[in-house]
């Protein structure tokens, strides 16, 4: 079955700190990896699509790593207005169309 | 350019009531997903439309259903609502073209069942 795991639940950093996400999957072939930002209130934001193993992309302060079992969100130096909810979601290969499969995302709390 | 438009943001509903919900995709995007979100089980994938026909459909019973036109918006129905339904209820548009392209999210709508 696939599957999309991620930690950890919740992380609290004081601003400056860096620190990584991990998101693991089991799937039975990957179309895509995609990272969202979810703030309160709000829909998932699109971050990063990444799509094989070694990729990397970045954007401001975030990273994000992929091999063949999980990827890492890597936040460099983070502030107050990181903090929001980061989901991981894989789209696999066995399944039509454009149907993402969730992990259940880590809060992030940033403090400045 | 304009994002994923849900409307409407709040409903309340009663047991046994039945609700659409409606979304409006960014211009030029022919993929409308939409997903369930709950604290418990997280987000959810319902189902998929593509130029008006339901390419995939997730794990949820047949009182969900949807459905999309011409224009590409959609709309989801939710009939004889359970206490369970209650949820955010998440539409994301994507071009639908071709593998692994970005889904686009709007707001949600939040479905309360008393």
């Known amino acids: 079955e696939d599957q999309v795991t991620q930690s950890p639940e919740a992380l609290r950093l004081q601003e400056g700190e860096s620190s990584s996400l991990n998101c693991s999957y089991t799937v039975s072939g990957l179309r895509g990896l995609f990272w969202y930002r979810q703030d309160p209130g709000k829909g998932p934001e699109f971050l990063f699509t990444?799509?094989?193993a070694g990729e990397e992309k970045e954007k401001e302060r975030l990273k994000a790593t992929l091999t063949k079992k999980e990827s890492f969100l890597h936040i460099t130096a983070p502030k107050p207005e990181d903090s929001a909810t980061y989901l991981c979601?894989?789209?696999?290969?066995?399944?039509?169309?454009?149907?993402?499969?969730f992990g259940k995302g880590t809060t992030l709390s940033v403090s400045s | 350019k304009a994002g994923v438009t849900q409307t409407p943001r709040y409903l309340i509903k009663t047991r046994g009531q039945q609700v659409t919900l409606s979304c409006s995709p960014i211009s030029g995007h022919r993929s409308v997903s939409w997903y369930q979100q709950t604290p418990g089980q997280g987000l959810q994938f319902l189902f998929e439309?593509?130029?008006?026909?339901?390419?995939n459909k997730g794990n949820f019973p047949g009182r969900f259903s949807g459905r999309q036109f011409s224009n590409s918006r959609s709309e989801m129905n939710v009939s004889t609502l359970e206490l369970g339904d209650s949820a955010l209820y998440l539409c994301?548009?994507?071009?639908?073209?071709?593998?692994?392209?970005?889904?686009?999210f709007g707001d949600g709508t939040r479905l309360s069942i008393l």
């Open positions: 990444l799509y094989s």
């Open positions: 979601a894989v789209q696999a290969t066995q399944q039509a169309g454009t149907a993402l499969i």
């Open positions: 994301a548009s994507s071009l639908g073209g071709g593998p692994a392209q970005p889904q686009h």
């Open positions: 439309y593509f130029s008006e026909t339901q390419r």
